[in-house]
């Protein structure tokens, strides 16, 4: 039987290892995926997962839903389905002589959008205001969707044919672009021999009121003054980098110091560390950003990677004092 947790597991918070033990029964050996999805959570921001098909996107974005009691919907992301499809309509009730507004899928707290580069350019802008604003606006009426809202969005990085690639603004409003990658030998061979039933575990592991007090406590979380600099040092060195068209945005400033507070408090610190910086940026900022063609042969996720490893490289660390916190 496959040990799923990790030693460093121990310095997690406490009541946070249960959640994502129980997305480790639904899919296994993916504990460090598992921790960033639940500090995305935790940050209230959006995750991205680009993979390859049969990984287990989708069964991890389901796990998510079903350990936290939410009320979920999965849109299965097509070239004919429209914005009203997912947003809701307005339709005309003959018995009243009144146009009632009837919700569509978005107005839930977790969205699962499956496959979402499949769907047409037109309906992928209908999931910017949410995404950013948490409120959907139809026929000029602005609705505010439940709290707490999540969306979860898949694609297939290696099909081409029948996709829209989802453009600036659309990456810019995701927190992580994760990836699963495939199992070792020993998780595959555990998926055949080793499978744990999810309904033997208690769900919900974590009610939504109880998340939203979690949150709340994310935003507590100590980020001292240099530690802010820091962050803003390295966003600032994408934007001026000669070999990046499009740097980091202010919003991605505030993701990454979001997540960062998330981060901390995930492995149950009550301040940020440059290392908790570190960790995360990479994965808040390499689906951020556009790199220079005439600077690469190809803007390929490699190049990207290797522009921002020179970017931390070569920004100060700021130094702790010993015995103190930053």
Avoid at 3 to 22: F, K, Q, T
Avoid at 163 to 174: A, G, I, K, N, V
Wanted: one cysteine or more; a negative charge.
């Amino acid at each position: 039987m496959i040990d799923r947790r990790p030693p460093w597991s121990e310095a997690l918070h406490g009541e946070l290892v249960p959640l994502i033990d129980y997305l480790e029964s639904r899919l296994i050996g993916k504990h460090t995926v598992m921790t960033y999805l639940v500090t995305a959570l935790l940050a209230g921001g959006h995750i991205l997962l680009d993979d390859v098909p049969g990984v287990g996107k989708t069964t991890l974005a389901k796990a998510l839903a079903d350990a936290l009691d939410l009320r979920y919907h999965r849109i299965q992301c097509t070239p004919d389905l429209l914005p009203s499809d997912i947003t809701g309509m307005t339709i005309f009730n003959p018995a009243t002589r009144h146009f009632e507004f009837h919700p569509g899928p978005l107005f839930s707290h977790l969205i699962i959008a499956d496959e979402i580069n499949r769907t047409s350019p037109r309906t992928q802008s209908a999931l910017l205001e949410v995404m950013q604003e948490r409120q959907v606006t139809v026929d000029g009426v602005s609705r505010p969707v439940p709290n707490p809202f999540m969306l979860i969005a898949t694609e297939n990085p290696l099909e081409f044919e029948g996709t829209y690639p989802l453009p600036e603004s659309q990456l810019d409003r995701f927190l992580f672009r994760l990836s699963l990658g495939y199992p070792t030998p020993e998780e595959e061979l555990a998926l055949l021999t080793d499978r744990e039933e999810p309904a033997a575990l208690p769900t919900p592991v974590l009610t939504p009121d109880r998340l939203l007090a979690l949150q709340e406590a994310v935003r507590q979380v100590i980020v001292a003054p240099t530690v802010k600099r820091y962050l803003v040092d390295i966003v600032q060195a994408t934007r001026t980098h000669p070999a990046v068209r499009l740097g980091l945005s202010p919003r991605a400033t505030l993701a990454l110091y979001h997540a960062s507070q998330a981060w901390a408090f995930l492995h149950d610190r009550t301040f940020v560390t440059p290392d908790d910086i570190q960790d995360l940026a990479p994965y808040v900022a390499l689906h951020r950003l556009v790199v220079d063609d005439k600077a690469w042969d190809s803007p390929t996720s490699s190049s990207r990677q290797e522009i921002f490893q020179e970017i931390l490289q070569r920004i100060p660390v700021p130094t702790v004092p010993e015995g103190r916190s930053l």
